[in-house]
Structure formats: C-alpha cells, structure tokens
C-alpha cells in the first residue's frame, strides 16, 4: 500500500469519526435545543454522508466502472421499494 493510499484512508477515517463526533455533539448533548425532526433530519444526512464516503473509499467503488455503481445503486433502490412494500402490508 502506497503513502498517498494510505494518507487518503486516514484522512477518510477521520472524516467519519468527526462526522460522528459533530452528530453526537450537535443532536444527542441538548445544547442548541434543536426540534425532533431537525436532529432526525441532521442525523440523517450526516449518516448519508458517512454511507457514501464508506462506500466510495472503503469498497472501492469510486474507482470501480460506472455500470456497477449504477448496479448497486438499483440493488439499493429494489431493497427499499421491497421494504416499503413489506411496511405496507404489515400494517
């Protein structure tokens, strides 16, 4: 493994733990009083961003053809609608 490879790893990892430092800080310590749905909406989108970061680097798919991006973003797609569905007739 290279010294720029192993640079960029660092540099993600610590990325992802300041992200969740940052979603602890900011949504779990009541210290800016923020509403239910805001800390959901934060903690959600600072979860998104971690998924892609982890995604991209750590399974190699910002390096890997388009096409299977594509694959595993349709695998992802089908999962949800089929646990829409499930939810649904659960209920």
Do not use: C
């Amino acid at each position: 493994m290279s010294s720029d490879s192993v640079k960029l790893y660092s540099a993600i990892y610590v990325a992802l733990l300041l992200a969740a430092i940052l979603n602890f800080v900011l949504f779990e310590v009541e210290l800016f009083g923020f509403t239910y749905w805001e800390a959901f909406a934060g903690t959600m989108l600072l979860s998104v961003i971690k998924t892609v970061l982890i995604v991209a680097y750590f399974q190699h798919l910002r390096w890997e053809n388009p096409s299977l991006t594509y694959l595993m973003g349709l695998a992802l797609a089908l999962t949800m609608l089929l646990m829409a569905a499930a939810a649904y007739s659960i209920s």
